[in-house]
Nanobody, 124 residues
Framework: EVQLVESGGGLVQAGESLRLSCAAS????????IGWFRQAPGKEREGVSC????????YYADSVKGRFTISRDNAKNTMYLQMNSLKPEDTAVYYC?????????????????WGQGTQVTVSS
């Protein structure tokens, strides 16, 4: 059974940092495309960042470029999202996602597997 479990969310002040983790199980993690998405109240789920298993190519939404860093540790079956210089507009539920496609998947509809989400709240 494929499982993705996020952790690391919380309440921080603007300018601070958080690191989200997503522990994966039930599949060959190293072969899967992975990504982070977020959804704020009343808004659609949006792509934050993703990474290809093929060559490690990464994608970042313009709103997080230079502040967020995605990474994966295939030995630990875990993906991370390091979030620095957080802003109030980063407040959302953050989800990790995985898919067996061997490429860079930017859109939520491309992913088969999802975590339950972790809340990130940034106060001003």
């Amino acid at each position: 059974e494929v499982q993705l479990v996020e952790s690391g969310g919380g309440l921080v002040q603007a300018g601070e940092s958080l690191r989200l983790s997503c522990a994966a199980s039930g599949f060959t993690f190293a072969r899967y495309a992975i990504g982070w998405f977020r959804q704020a109240p009343g808004k659609e789920r949006e792509g934050v960042s993703c990474i290809s298993p093929k060559d490690g190519t990464t994608y970042y939404a313009d709103s997080v470029k230079g502040r967020f860093t995605i990474s994966r540790d295939n030995a630990k079956n875990t993906m991370y999202l390091q979030m620095n210089s957080l802003k109030p507009e980063d407040t959302a539920v953050y989800y990790c996602a995985a898919d067996p496609t061997n490429g860079l998947l930017i859109y939520a509809g491309e992913y088969d597997y999802w975590g339950q989400g972790t809340q990130v709240t940034v106060s001003s």
